[in-house]
């Protein structure tokens, strides 16, 4: 029985194909635990993680948790309906310890076997809803999972058209999408779209599974 109230059942019979990474960007575990469960705020996760590697499951995973909220991922939106939201305890500017990055990885096999997802599901809240999320955030050490199959990391390849390669893979086209795939794959660069983001950007290419 979840322990959240705050969800519903996933529309159109659609199940878990993406498993979206937050961070709380609150005090501590305790207060997001409190705001997860609070039928007045109206949001939650499946999962909460905190510092220690505590690991608290809040809403039953075929159901469907209100942590996406608005956004898209591969030209689609409602991603509540097809996702597993996991929380992470971190306040957006700390480093994830290793006993909280050592729960995550266990809870995403754990997840990624029950319900099929490959690596390319798994995806931040950033990807999805660039225009209004950072979160993992550029602290977040994606090319750690990436290296154990929880996860993706491109190999530079030739360019291409780079917004096309980024659409392609899932990140929402618009002013924000360059941003978001910075923040993923090269957190802390800026300026002008530059040679190495065009090539992991075809490299992201490389990995999508044929059509």
């Known amino acids: 029985m979840s322990l959240s109230p705050n969800h519903g059942p996933r529309r159109d019979g659609q199940k878990p194909a993406l498993i979206v990474l937050h961070y709380t960007a609150m ?5 997001a635990e409190a705001r997860l469960c609070d039928p007045a705020a109206e949001v939650s996760a499946h999962w909460l993680i905190d510092r220690s590697g505590r690991t ?18 591969q030209g689609r939106g409602d991603v509540n309906s097809r996702s597993i939201g996991i929380e992470l305890d971190n306040d957006g500017a700390s480093p994830f310890p290793e006993p909280q990055m050592a729960a995550l990885e266990r809870l995403l096999r754990a997840i990624m076997a029950r319900w099929d997802i490959p690596p390319l599901g798994v995806i ?88």
């Open 56 to 73: 608290i499951a809040l809403v039953d995973e075929d159901r469907r948790a209100w942590h996406a909220g608005a956004g898209s991922w």
């Open 27 to 31: 005090r501590d575990c305790a207060a």
């Open 124 to 211: 931040g809240h950033s990807d999805m809803a660039p225009d209004r999320k950072v979160d993992p955030g550029p602290r977040f050490d994606w090319r750690r999972l990436a290296r154990q199959g929880l996860s993706v990391w491109p190999a530079p390849a030739a360019p291409g058209d780079t917004a096309a390669q980024l659409t392609a893979f899932g990140f929402p086209p618009g002013p924000d999408q360059l941003a978001a795939f910075r923040l993923r794959f090269r957190p802390g660069a800026t300026g002008p779209l530059s040679a190495e983001d065009r090539a992991l950007a075809a490299g992201l290419d490389a990995l999508r599974p044929p059509a």
